[in-house]
């Protein structure tokens, strides 16, 4: 079937069966590397994206469900000129070690700071609570979201 979705601002079509996950037309079909593939079910907070502002994952999101939705991945968080808060928090508090969480991780943090502007410590806790980080920066991913925060 046909789909367009609105993703980053832009709208794309795609040819895609119904139920393919969010994830893989992301990636495959509109080039968009940022969202990861982590563990396909919706526990590692790998390739969450924004659905109308909310951090969902689009492992789980299908192109149907999207469809219906603004989709913003990490790549559409900020713009050409200027890192979104969030980003520059995380560079500054080094806020990440290979990375591979730390796209998922920006993008819970933008709808956090989103509905909560001033998010206390078990806020933060709460929303990072999905991602899984064998590296162990939560502590310094904590401390970037209340630096973004105070921005």
């Not at 832009?10 to 509109?30: C, G, K, T, V, Y």
């Amino acid at each position: 079937m046909r789909y367009t979705l609105s993703v980053n601002g832009q709208l794309r079509e795609i040819d895609a069966a119904p139920s393919l996950p969010l994830l893989w037309a992301l990636r495959d079909d509109l080039d968009l590397p940022g969202t990861r593939y982590g563990c396909g079910r919706g526990q590692c907070g790998a390739c969450y994206v924004l659905a109308d502002g909310r951090a969902v994952a689009s492992c789980l999101m299908t192109v149907e469900q999207a469809a219906n939705a603004e989709i913003t991945t990490i790549e559409g968080i900020a713009d050409e000129d200027h890192r979104h808060p969030v980003q520059q928090a995380f560079i500054d508090e080094d806020a990440m070690q290979c990375g591979y969480c730390t796209s998922g991780m920006i993008v819970s943090a933008v709808a956090l700071l989103a509905r909560d502007a001033s998010p206390d410590d078990g806020a933060i806790r709460d929303a990072m609570s999905i991602h899984l980080c064998r590296c162990g920066v939560h502590g310094r991913a904590i401390r970037a979201i209340h630096r973004a925060a105070a921005t």
